[in-house]
């Protein structure tokens, strides 16, 4: 015997209207609301035979869950024949406006709710259509909806301004709060929700990148320094004019290998290699790279080149590669990347660790070569 429906699935079906927003869309005007007809499944005319008081009780149940038509109405069908008589039972369960629809499913708090939203939301249309895009979205952050606005309408008003958010003079906002709710605001903006998309979508300043370099002092950098940590525009935009620049990986290996006679090292940092690839003073300079050996060094070194295609690579070779074999140690995620960029050998190198020619995954990172082995080919190059 399959159940027969009660007043929680009519409601049940209802609830989905409000879970993907409808009811709450329909509400604010922005859809036509559309009646939920809920077919009911309930006794036939030989179950009504076998147990006319549990048919009758099904009838009253539904019944009363209707409050009388404030959740929902119901329409009826003539069920039985010669053997049980005539009965008139439920059909369906219609409801048939939002005020049944709210009553049923007891959100009349949310819905004032919703009002507060909407009144938040009028005064700016991207807000409002966002609003009705996510309006459970939009309840859930109805207590900083405000404040959210007024972020918002800072942020436009300060489109290319070169401000950094920290400036933020908003009501109610700080720096803390738009960080926390960047990826609403810059779907309002239409920007990245990254935090360095964010900025520059918007034209605001970011965090300055900082680039640490040792400088033999033939360059003229005032006694007592050997080492300075320079806003990359800034640095950029200096007259260096070094015989030599030695980029490395590693930070203790950035400290620990020599400066070049008349040039400096640069602390590379992976893939914030392309600060120093921007530098225009390297352009015309010997460039030489040492990162670690595995694949995303020579992923690296390949887009070094990209900016310095000059870039030699030193200790990136196999014959490196196979004097240290007691210091491999596994890359956890090897790129298989097409690197077009790599010398020949190069290329044979970085070939073989993707195909595993000398083991699963090798790698052998920049700090476990052995130092004197190191020192002699850095020197050498």
Not at 48 to 59: C, E, M, P
Not at 89 to 113: C, T
Request: with cysteine.
């Amino acid at each position: 015997m399959s159940a027969w429906s009660t007043p929680a699935d009519v409601a049940a079906k209802v609830r989905r209207r409000w879970d993907d927003g409808s009811l709450l869309r329909a509400y604010a005007g922005a859809v036509p609301f559309e009646p939920v007809e809920v077919p009911l499944r309930g006794p036939g005319a030989g179950e009504i035979g076998d147990d006319l008081a549990r048919a009758r009780d099904w009838v009253a149940a539904l019944d009363a869950g209707a409050r009388d038509g404030r959740r929902y109405v119901l329409r009826w069908r003539d069920v039985g024949g010669r053997l049980v008589g005539r009965n008139r039972l439920p059909e369906r369960a219609v409801v048939e406006s939002l005020d049944q629809a709210f009553d049923l499913l007891g959100v009349r708090g949310e819905v004032r709710r919703f009002d507060g939203v909407l009144a938040v939301a009028d005064a700016e249309p991207v807000v409002r259509e966002w609003v009705l895009s996510q309006p459970h979205k939009a309840l859930d952050l109805s207590d900083d909806l405000p404040a959210l606005v007024a972020a918002y309408r800072w942020c436009e008003e300060s489109r290319g301004s070169g401000r950094y958010v920290r400036e933020i003079t908003a009501p109610g906002v700080d720096t803390k709060f738009a960080e926390r709710h960047r990826a609403v605001l810059a779907g309002w903006l239409g920007v990245s929700g990254t935090a360095a998309g964010f900025v520059a979508g918007l034209g605001l300043a970011a965090k300055p990148t900082l680039v640490r370099l040792r400088v033999d002092p033939s360059l003229g950098l005032p006694p007592p320094l050997s080492e300075v940590a320079v806003r990359a525009d800034e640095l950029a935009a200096l007259e260096l004019r070094p015989a030599r620049a030695l980029i490395v990986e590693n930070e203790i290996t950035y400290l620990s290998v020599p400066v070049p006679a008349g040039g400096l090292v640069i602390w590379g940092r992976g893939f914030d290699v392309d600060q120093a690839g921007r530098l225009p003073w390297l352009a015309g300079c010997d460039v030489v790279y040492w990162g670690d050996l595995d694949t995303h060094g020579f992923a690296i070194l390949d887009r070094l080149r990209a900016w310095l295609p000059q870039a030699r690579s030193v200790l990136m070779d196999s014959a490196t590669l196979l004097e240290h074999r007691d210091r491999w140690v596994g890359e956890d995620r090897p790129t298989q990347a097409v690197l077009t960029r790599l010398t020949a050998e190069e290329d044979d190198v970085y070939r073989g660790l993707v195909s595993d020619r000398w083991g699963e995954r090798v790698r052998l990172e920049q700090e476990r070569i052995d130092w004197a082995w190191a020192t002699r080919r850095v020197d050498a190059g």
